[in-house]
């Protein structure tokens, strides 16, 4: 008898049982569920033979199996039956990637058919969503942070809310999902982003977000520097306008700046750039006198005082046949000056200066003395300029070149000796006169 008889039996008498057999299909109402929500399955079959036996709904995440629903079942050949499980609360156990896996058992308790849902998530995770992103505060006000928690299945979770802003710590709770935390900024707080931190907990299930409170500079505070409280006419000034916000931060704005005199006119005004030293070159003839050098930026105002002392300075110089003094300073002269003319005999010229500070007085030679070769010099004990010491003796111009101009009465002035009687009649007469006064003597 041939071995594979035997076979052929074994095949035909499992051929003549009968075989059930059903298309199962499992349903869920979400894909995504946080612990302690309830997971509502429901599966159908259409069975191809009448069945007796059991429905088993069985959680399967990752290595985790929780067999959680078994109930009998009548199923028809031919007619599509449902049965919907009792709702399953998630637990720690199943976070992750789960299916619900629905069998068909025969009464023995053998799977006859299996069908599993499509995969869903579990987590302890909650959404927090702020209404408003841009979040920007001006130092020294009240921000509100107002959002929304979110759970699985985008539903709205009422939860504790932490929130942590600049070394402060906030407490709130949610009323319908919504939250709204009040927080204060610093008056001095710096510009810029500040973080913020908020945590929502809600039983197993949490959620953070981190974000960024963006402060707006303040212009503040705003100083003016000079390099010296006192200055002479002709001199530099520099000074640098700082501009800070309201944790003393500096800032690049444009600056007006402006420089007030005595009399209250304005000697500049201009614009200049904070934190850079900027220089003013005060006038020759400038007045002595306080002026007032001013910053402005909006309502925020600094000045710096500066005196302008008063200058004497008497300038002497030759041009040809002249001898020229010039009010160099910046207070009016009005004064007798002394010129010696020194040659074969020695002149004294002497001349009323009443001057501006920038006018000048040209004495010709040629109209006071005698023809011939001079050294023009200062007498001793001569101030020429400020507080200086007498110059003494100083010489103006040697060798210069006079030709004799006087008019004839001047001539015949200035011939007569200083010393005599007669002389000084003369001169008495000159003086009344308004000439000149010429002394001659020998040299």
Request: charged share 20%.
């Amino acid at each position: 008898m041939s071995r594979a008889f035997p076979l052929i039996l074994l095949l035909a008498f499992l051929s003549a049982l009968p075989f059930a057999s059903a298309s199962v299909t499992v349903q869920l109402s979400q894909d995504y569920y946080n612990i302690g929500d309830t997971i509502a399955a429901a599966a159908s079959a259409v069975p191809a033979d009448d069945i007796s036996g059991f429905m088993r709904f069985t959680a399967l995440c990752g290595g985790f199996s929780l067999p959680y629903y078994l109930t009998p079942v009548e199923l028809q050949d031919g007619f599509r039956t449902q049965v919907n499980a009792p709702p399953l609360n998630t637990i720690q156990a199943m976070k992750g990637t789960c299916r619900i896996e629905t069998a068909i058992l025969d009464e023995q308790g053998q799977a006859l058919e299996t069908g599993s849902s499509d995969p869903f998530e579990v987590s302890d995770g909650l959404s927090i969503i702020l209404l408003n992103e841009n979040l920007t505060a001006l130092p020294g006000t009240t921000l509100a942070i107002e959002g929304i928690i979110r759970g699985a299945g985008d539903k709205m979770v009422d939860a504790g809310i932490g929130l942590s802003f600049d070394d402060e710590s906030y407490q709130a709770a949610t009323a319908n999902g919504r939250f709204s935390v009040s927080v204060g900024i610093s008056p001095v707080a710096k510009s810029g982003s500040h973080p913020l931190r908020i945590t929502a907990t809600a039983q197993q299930n949490k959620g953070e977000l981190s974000h960024g409170v963006e402060v707006i500079a303040v212009p503040s505070h705003l100083a003016l520097a000079a390099d010296a409280p006192q200055k002479n006419p002709g001199e530099s000034v520099s000074y640098t306008a700082d501009l800070a916000d309201q944790a003393g931060d500096p800032l690049q704005e444009t600056i007006g700046a402006a420089l007030k005199g005595p009399d209250g006119l304005y000697l500049f005004r201009t614009s200049i750039p904070s934190g850079a030293a900027q220089s003013y070159v005060l006038g020759p003839y400038l007045p002595p006198g306080n002026y007032v050098l001013e910053a402005r930026y909006l309502n925020l105002m600094a000045t710096q005082a500066i005196k302008v002392n008063a200058v004497r300075d008497i300038g002497v110089s030759q041009q040809g046949q002249s001898i020229i003094f010039t009010n160099a300073g910046n207070i009016p002269i009005d004064e007798e000056i002394t010129l010696l003319a020194q040659g074969k005999r020695t002149y004294t010229i002497r001349k009323t200066l009443d001057l501006k500070p920038g006018e000048s007085l040209a004495i010709e030679l040629g109209k006071e003395i005698p023809s011939g070769t001079y050294d023009i010099v200062l007498p001793d004990g001569m101030h020429l300029s400020g507080t200086d010491d007498a110059q003494g003796s100083a010489t103006v111009s040697k060798g210069v070149q006079v030709q004799d101009a006087r008019p004839a009465m001047k001539k015949f002035s200035d011939g007569v000796g200083a010393t005599t009687a007669r002389g000084r009649a003369r001169r008495k007469t000159a003086e009344k006169k308004g000439m000149d006064i010429i002394w001659e003597k020998d040299s």
